[in-house]
């Protein structure tokens, strides 16, 4: 998984710090030590928290070979958005098996 996104509210100096959702790798994620939530009345998929704070998690991470590509903040939340070059196995990997990302080829017959 090249890029990674992480977030917290209001305090930068503390946890906690959101560093996934449920399909984020759990090998990284126990690196982070993070845990899988899912809070109550959240309709939305589980996320993966730990309660370093945000500088810690980007340390952890840049640790990993992972680069700052963007930061936002959206009132009282900031986002960092991260990204890794993937390693020689990992483009060998890819290259093997079809692209997930790939858009559909859509053959059209007749008039549109």
């Known amino acids: 998984m090249p890029y990674v996104i992480i977030s917290t ?3 930068l100096d503390i946890g906690p710090t959101v560093v996934g959702d449920e399909w984020s790798d759990p090998e990284l994620m126990e690196y982070l030590d993070a845990a ?3 809070q109550l009345g959240n309709n939305y998929s589980a996320q993966w ?4 704070a945000p500088r ?3 340390e952890k991470l840049e640790l990993r070979g992972y680069k700052l ?4 903040g959206v009132g009282q939340t900031c986002i960092w958005t991260l990204h890794k070059e993937p390693s ?3 483009k060998a ?3 093997s098996s079809s692209d997930a990302f790939e858009s559909p080829k859509i053959e ?3 008039d549109l």
């Open 69 to 72: 590509a963007a930061m936002a």
């Open 9 to 11: 509210q209001v305090r």
């Open 49 to 52: 928290r730990t309660n370093d």
């Open 88 to 90: 020689l196995k990992e």
């Open 93 to 95: 990997l890819s290259s």
């Open 108 to 110: 059209y017959k007749g």
């Open 56 to 58: 810690v998690v980007l």
């Open 36 to 38: 899988l939530i899912k």
